[in-house]
């Protein structure tokens, strides 16, 4: 059980064990990773792709928060590569929908806007999509617009591991997917929904919010999830 | 945006208890000891006894296997295999493929988008003609080919195929 082994982050030999992943020794060994549909006390999709690593031996970027690590293992997690990708991907969040910070609910407390900025995008290189994205006003307490949607699947995921109700789901497939709950009902008119908000506290985004937050004034805190995954733990 | 939301009266429309066809659901679900996983086998099902999956059957097939709503629809959705609108009395499938295309596959596709007033992948209002494009069917010798149900039309053009759609909705009558 207690096997141990060291690889090697950005030149620094850590300790890891066998069943870790490389972001889980990285923030251990207090080494930051950018990313955005990790949430931790929900599984990893590895959907994002923010996290990407470079590791010595394969040709392929690695997501952090997927892959465990291997013996030995030689990690980057800065080259001039990975800052690049990374920038690449942000804008393509940006370009896919239609994300307009001035007129978010979420602006200045967004993950998305947030890593943009830290990753230094001040404009986007890509053609805008422009899709028909609609919103779904029906549910009594909470808001969702597909607009800002970013398909992290963080409300889906929450939804299903931690509420147990899995009211959020993927339709569809490539750029035409959208998140839906039930079947591609209303929000309001769902039968499983609990209403529980924890999808709305957990989305990095503007796209599901309460309806009584006023624009520019949301606070989110999808802490408060991963405090009541190792609650729950600690009871059983 | 408006979106074209499924309704409750859509989803929870009861099946009639006397359809043959909801005794085979239940028994290929039942055959999978309600696994879950079968989920695709199920959906295999109930296309194939349809046509395509109606709402309502998806509501029931999340019931009995205890799969969630909204998994049934992502599924549903996500493989194009599974059609979730009825597909026509007839179906026509038109071959564009480099060798039909090459001979004039699309004149002979928007010659009949126009005269039936339908899109690839959809019906007629009258739900009498399904309109499909695809590539290739293996006999490019024949170019432009166009699958109508069963039989196989060989160098098909825009004049043709107007009459011989009709004289085969006509027949149905």
Known sequence: MSTKYSVTIDGKTVEAGPKQTILD???????????????EGVSNVGACRLCLVEVEGTQKLLPACTTTVAPNQKIQTNTDKLKQYRKMTLELFFSERNHICSVCVANNNCQ?????????????????????AHTDASHKEFMMDHNRCILCTRCVRVCDEV??????DVMGRGYQSRIISDFDQPWGDSSTCTSCGKCVEVCPVGALWPKDAMLGHLKKSPEMVTELVHKRKHRS | MSHAF?????VTAVPPKDDSRIRRITTEINRHHKRPDA???VLHVVQDLYGYIPLNLMTFVSREM????????GVATFYHFFSLRPKGEHNCIICMGTACFVKGARNVLEKIETDFQVQPG??????????????????CGMAPVVVLDTDILAKVTPENIVGTLQEKIGNNK
């Open chain 1, 25 to 39: 020794v990285c923030k251990t060994a207090g080494v930051d990773i950018m990313t955005l549909c990790y949430l």
């Open chain 1, 112 to 132: 998305l806007q947030n890593l943009a900025r830290e990753a230094g995008v001040d404009h986007i290189r890509f053609p805008y999509i422009f899709p028909e």
């Open chain 1, 163 to 168: 509420e147990g109700a899995h009211t959020w």
């Open chain 2, 6 to 10: 499924n309704t409750l009266d859509q």
């Open chain 2, 39 to 41: 989920l695709i086998e």
């Open chain 2, 66 to 73: 205890k799969v969630p709503p909204s998994r049934v629809y």
């Open chain 2, 122 to 139: 959809e019906t007629t209002q009258d739900g009498k003609l399904g309109l499909q494009t695809a590539r290739c069917f293996g006999c």
